[in-house]
C-alpha cells in the first residue's frame, strides 16, 4: 500500500477515510503531458501538474470513479485549460494561482499515508 506519501488502493475495501464515491480512478490527460501510466499533482513548495487534466470536451474531461459511476467535470482555471500542441512537454504545469481544479482534484485523489506529509503540503 505504499506510494510514496500516498496510500495506494488495491481493492475497494483498502478505501478508507473517503468514499469510493468520490476517489477518481481514471481520467484523460492532455496529450501533451503524458509522461507514465501514473497521473500525479504534486502540492510542495509549488503546487504542480505532474500530467494535465485534457480538455477535449469543451473546456471538460471525463473521470471515473471507484464505485463505477463517471462525472464529466468542467474545468475553471485558465491554466488548466491548454490547447494541444502535440509536443511533449513531460508535464511538471505550475497550477499557477487559481488553483480551483487543482484543489478539485486533490480532494477527490487518494489520501496521503499517515504521518507521512510532504513538504510545503
Request: glycine share 8%; aromatic share 14%.
Amino acid at each position: 500500500k505504499s506510494g510514496g506519501y500516498h496510500t495506494v488502493y488495491r481493492k475497494v475495501s483498502d478505501m478508507r477515510g473517503k468514499s469510493p464515491s468520490q476517489l477518481w480512478v481514471v481520467m484523460d490527460v492532455h496529450p501533451d503531458t503524458i509522461a507514465s501510466p501514473q497521473f500525479k499533482i504534486w502540492y510542495f513548495d509549488e503546487v504542480i501538474w505532474a500530467a494535465l487534466p485534457a480538455t477535449y470536451h469543451n473546456g471538460s474531461t471525463t473521470m471515473f470513479f471507484a464505485d463505477g459511476h463517471a462525472e464529466s467535470k468542467k474545468w475553471l482555471s485558465p491554466g488548466t485549460i491548454q490547447p494541444v500542441r502535440f509536443v511533449d512537454s513531460r508535464g511538471y504545469v505550475p497550477a499557477g494561482k487559481d488553483r480551483r481544479d487543482f484543489d478539485w482534484v486533490r480532494e477527490r485523489a487518494t489520501e496521503l499515508q499517515p504521518g507521512k506529509l510532504p513538504p510545503g503540503w
